[in-house]
């Protein structure tokens, strides 16, 4: 620590602390010269620590995109499938004009990309063989839509290709 010279002169008393502040903005040259020598040894850890941490960070958000898109169609044949159950349970519906119905809504929303999806209607009672046109009221139509996640995915690989969405939705027939 500095401690201030105090220098007597007969009446005059002059406090003198020693100061270092640069007299320019640049700084002695062993300083710089220090600077650009850990930089330099620093230039080849940052690109392995690039190499190490790049492909892991982009693997991250690939997965978090593919996840939430699985989420999105998800979502949207839930949506469908309710919609088009409501459809199939009032009298004067047919199993064909639900099946298509779903298979276009499925189409524009989710997109034209996707190639392979099942839909399937069953009713509760043995005698209407799964056919909404002879469902009575009061049987239970089942409508069941299901799309391999394989069929969905934006980015090209495995991830989560072994699974299949399903959404299935059961009302009363009206």
Known sequence: MFQPVILSTGENIMLRIPCYAPTSSIPPEPLVSEFWRYQRN???????????????????????????????????????????????????????????????????????????????????????????????????????VAIPVSHIQLTPGDFLSSITLRSQCSMTHE
């Open 42 to 144: 620093r230039r080849g850890a940052v690109a392995v620590e690039t190499a190490l941490v790049l492909p892991v960070f982009v693997m991250l958000i690939l997965g978090c995109i593919e996840f939430s898109r699985a989420l999105s169609v998800s979502e949207l044949l839930t949506t469908a499938t309710r919609e088009n159950c409501r459809r199939a349970v009032i009298d004067g519906s047919t199993s064909s004009s639900i099946i298509e119905t779903t298979r276009q809504q499925i189409l524009q929303t989710i997109g034209p990309s996707v190639s392979t999806f099942e839909i399937v209607i069953e009713v509760d009672r043995p005698e209407a063989q799964n056919l909404v046109e002879k469902a009575r009221p009061g049987d239970i139509v089942t409508l069941k």
